[in-house]
């Protein structure tokens, strides 16, 4: 389900229509289709579409209960999660050349070594195979497996391109410590953020991240890059250590978000998501609360009311300086809340993308005044009585020096 002014939507749409194109080269039952949820609103409202793109897997014609799709944004990430869903949670390997078959063709898998497949061990094995979307299980009984592989006894292994190439789970026989087994363990000590790894930084579950902002071409970057990966082995699964490349062009935007140039770095920068990202979904209370929480499918529809005034943070839920303007943007949203044609509202842009708005750094302060597509910066004090003052003037106390500019088409 996708909307057409949808930024998300259109870096998606490329992956998507090779993902079908991989399944269908290969045979599969599976058949992938799209739903301009604008056009269709009411199909949309029917499979609870809140958000662009949602996209939902619909199994043996089952509408009542479709999944919902968790994985990754490239097409790789959607035919693996398919093909999952679609078939046994743990594929069935026959002797150790379908164990190396599944292990040489994914980045990381994890695959159950049981002699004794109704072992505790095993039962716990393919509870968590149906709870993980996106790595691939496979479970054996093969001896000639266990013997390739070193094991002993029935066992979970890890097996991964990257780091130490595989890990053996060692805990506990529980669900959850199987899952925090291979949460720990399915992402590289240092992982390098582009725009393809964003979904597993932003969207996993270790909060606490450490940004390393590094120039590749450093004389000195692999010497320090080693070093960063010592430090990450002390704090593997609790804290994710995440390096930047600050040459890179499509980097530079977060490196504005920190306030940091490009020859300050090396730079190290410390953390803490404390709330959770979920990806292209509003809030269902979003116009409840004083301060309106705006999404891409009704920012157009608040935002450009002839009739209405609206101010806008766009803002990071990790970005520092956004946490210190929350509680004064929520007295401003107090203040006015009763207000006729004035409304306080912000956006996490993080999770939602708009075409005509351009966000650069966080937080970002924009007026729209009533009227057709007319936008002003606000330039002026971060504080109750500046953003009063500046509304008060109809948005000229604290407006950007430049005049009001129109919104990109």
Not at 217 to 223: R, T, V
Not at 235 to 251: E, V
Not at 397 to 403: H, K, R, S, V
Request: glycine content about 6%.
């Amino acid at each position: 389900f996708y909307a057409p002014w949808c930024g998300h939507c259109k870096a998606l749409a490329p992956e998507y229509e090779k993902a079908a194109g991989i399944l269908k080269g290969e045979g599969s039952d599976i058949r992938m289709a799209k739903v301009d949820a604008t056009e269709e609103s009411d199909l949309a409202q029917e499979f609870g579409v809140r958000g662009y793109p949602t996209i939902k897997f619909f199994k043996n014609g089952d509408k009542s209960s479709p999944k919902e799709y968790s994985a990754g944004r490239e097409a790789a990430d959607i035919v693996e999660w398919l093909k999952k869903r679609s078939g046994p949670a743990a594929s069935a390997l026959t002797d150790e050349a379908a164990v190396t078959a599944l292990v040489d063709a994914s980045e990381v898998a994890v695959v159950g070594f049981f002699k004794d497949p109704e072992s505790e061990l095993a039962k716990v094995f393919m509870q968590v195979a149906e709870a993980v979307d996106d790595i691939p299980f496979g479970i054996t009984s093969s001896d000639s497996a266990h013997s390739k592989y070193e094991l002993t006894k029935d066992s979970i292994v890890l097996f991964k391109k990257f780091d130490e190439g595989r890990n053996t789970f060692e805990g506990e026989i529980t669900k959850e410590e199987v899952q925090n087994f291979i949460k720990a363990n399915q992402l590289p000590l240092v992982i390098e953020f582009t725009e393809q790894t964003a979904p597993k930084i932003f969207g996993g579950d270790i909060k606490t991240h450490i940004l390393f902002f590094l120039p590749k071409s450093a004389s000195d970057y692999q010497d320090k890059l080693d070093d960063f990966k010592k430090a990450a082995a002390s704090f593997k699964g609790k804290i994710l250590y995440i390096f930047i490349d600050s040459d890179n062009a499509d980097n530079q935007r977060i490196l504005e978000f920190f306030g940091l140039k490009k020859e300050e770095c090396p730079a190290v920068r410390l953390i803490t998501l404390e709330e959770e990202m979920t990806k292209y979904k509003p809030e269902d209370d979003w116009d409840k609360t004083p301060v309106k929480v705006l999404v891409g499918k009704h920012f157009e529809e608040v935002v450009f009311a002839e009739d209405k005034n609206v101010f806008v943070e766009f803002y990071a839920p990790w970005c520092g300086h956004c946490k210190q303007l929350a509680p004064i943007w929520d007295q401003l949203g107090e203040k006015f809340k009763d207000h006729a044609n004035i409304i306080i509202a912000k956006m996490d842009s993080t999770a939602n993308e708009i075409e005509a708005v351009k966000i650069h750094s966080f937080p970002t302060l924009k007026f729209f005044p009533a009227g057709p597509g007319k936008v002003v910066d606000y330039n002026g004090e971060r504080t109750l009585e500046g953003f009063t003052k500046f509304l008060e003037s109809g948005g000229q106390d604290g407006a950007a020096d430049e005049d009001l500019e129109d919104l990109e088409e």
